[in-house]
């Protein structure tokens, strides 16, 4: 081949390579953000907040009470939704004072708030911190724990412990029995180890069986040779035979047993299916954080934002490649600016101004978090960025309140629950 023929070859596959450069992703903040960051520059107080979008949240939570038509009871999940507000909203709303509580802090906190409570553990509490819950009770609630805290048992040994609490405190506890029902997460794994429990509780008076917790969270992560209805009905049918197994020891199974299961990933399939349980305990549904973009809650709108101040719009420029910057920039314009923000490292991706993402090279921060785009996204160091959070259960936490919205306006704020 003739030597010109192959520079032309040459030349070819660099254009073809220079083809494939990253395209500039970036865009200035769509309407419904920059109007946020508009009141944000003229109201923020300089610090990351979270944003809670009231018409959404309503949305929906109207979807979801639609969905269960009041053919299943609703639980809400204290840890996804950590303020004494957003609860106090939600259960006005939907119409439960229901709860479902995985921290022993957290339980403090609702026993104090909503005298008319119905509290249910997510998750079996080692025996301290359920003594801990009864120390620290005020003497003159109106909530009375006797017949408002069930707590979950997952074990003979934790049966026994929690007898022992109740013989040393003198008062009856009420505890449901968690059941694996294909999550693998520990709980009773058959009905004749359940059974078994069963046969020991008879001779404890001082527990009182309630019924069952069976979580199927596996159901909406189904592998690709078990599609999802048949995961979701091998789920339910253990947990009918758990049912059926407990019922023969009439004299300890409650006339209208406590039925537990569900979750935001897989309510909607209860609502849809004939299903096992009485009750769903959802949370992040009503948030929908990212983790929660499945088909089975398409329908549900992300409501949870982060807002963060941009403290630097400066050079996207790297540490000891300062002189490729401008070779850089040519070949991916995303990094041509760096945008530092107030704080950082939270699970949550950044949606706005869209084109901005982590840099990977740089590293992440919790103190000034980098985010990489071009100079399509107009940012200076008088705007906000916004996130959208992965998880709430914890984040909500992290944050001393969270600041409203009402058809895209700055409403009011509510306190949230700290992890401590």
Do not use: C
């Not at 053919?71 to 204290?78: C, D, E, F, M």
């Not at 408002?148 to 109740?166: C, F, G, H, N, P």
């Not at 690709?224 to 197994?245: L, M, S, V």
């Not at 920039?329 to 041509?336: H, I, K, L, S, Y």
């Amino acid at each position: 081949m003739k030597r010109r023929h192959l520079l032309g070859l040459g030349a070819l596959g660099l254009l073809g390579g220079w083809a494939l450069r990253p395209n500039d992703g970036s865009r200035e903040h769509d309407a419904y953000f920059a109007e946020l960051n508009r009141q944000l520059q003229r109201d923020g107080e300089g610090i990351p907040i979270l944003l809670l979008d009231l018409d959404r949240l309503d949305a929906n939570a109207d979807l979801l009470a639609a969905r269960l038509a009041g053919r299943l009871q609703l639980r809400l999940v204290a840890k996804s939704l950590a303020s004494t507000g957003l609860l106090e909203y939600l259960a006005k709303r939907l119409h439960t004072q229901r709860f479902m509580v995985f921290h022993q802090p957290q339980l403090d906190r609702l026993a104090r708030n909503f005298p008319q409570a119905d509290l249910l553990l997510g998750k079996p509490m080692p025996v301290a911190a359920a003594l801990n819950f009864y120390r620290h009770l005020p003497q003159h609630l109106d909530f009375d724990p006797d017949r408002q805290v069930t707590w979950l048992i997952d074990s003979q040994q934790r049966l026994m412990q929690y007898a022992e609490l109740a013989k040393a405190l003198g008062r009856p506890l009420r505890i449901a029995l968690e059941i694996n029902i294909g999550l693998e997460r520990g709980g009773f794994a058959t009905p004749q180890a359940l059974a078994q429990t069963l046969q020991q509780l008879s001779q404890l008076p001082a527990l009182q069986l309630q019924g069952l917790m069976g979580y199927d969270a596996h159901v909406a992560r189904n592998p690709p040779w078990q599609g999802q209805f048949q995961a979701f009905n091998d789920a339910d049918a253990r947990y009918q035979q758990f049912i059926a197994g407990a019922q023969a020891f009439s004299e300890l199974w409650p006339k209208q047993a406590l039925l537990n299961g569900g979750g935001s990933l897989t309510y909607a399939l209860h609502s849809q299916q004939q299903s096992a349980l009485n009750e769903v305990a959802v949370g992040s549904a009503l948030l929908k954080p990212a983790e929660f973009d499945t088909a089975l809650l398409q329908a549900h709108q992300p409501a949870l934002w982060i807002a963060s101040p941009v403290l630097k719009a400066v050079k996207g420029t790297l540490p000891y490649l300062q002189s490729l910057q401008p070779l850089i920039e040519a070949w991916n314009p995303n990094r041509q600016n760096a945008y530092y923000l107030y704080g950082g490292r939270w699970p949550a991706q950044p949606v706005s101004p869209a084109g901005l993402d982590y840099d990977q090279l740089y590293g992440r921060s919790a103190n000034q978090e980098r985010l990489m785009g071009s100079s399509g996204t107009q940012l200076t160091n008088q705007d906000w960025v916004f996130l959208r959070p992965a998880i709430s259960e914890g984040l909500l936490g992290d944050f001393s309140e969270i600041r409203l919205l009402r058809r895209g306006q700055l409403v009011g704020r509510w306190s949230t629950i700290s992890d401590a």
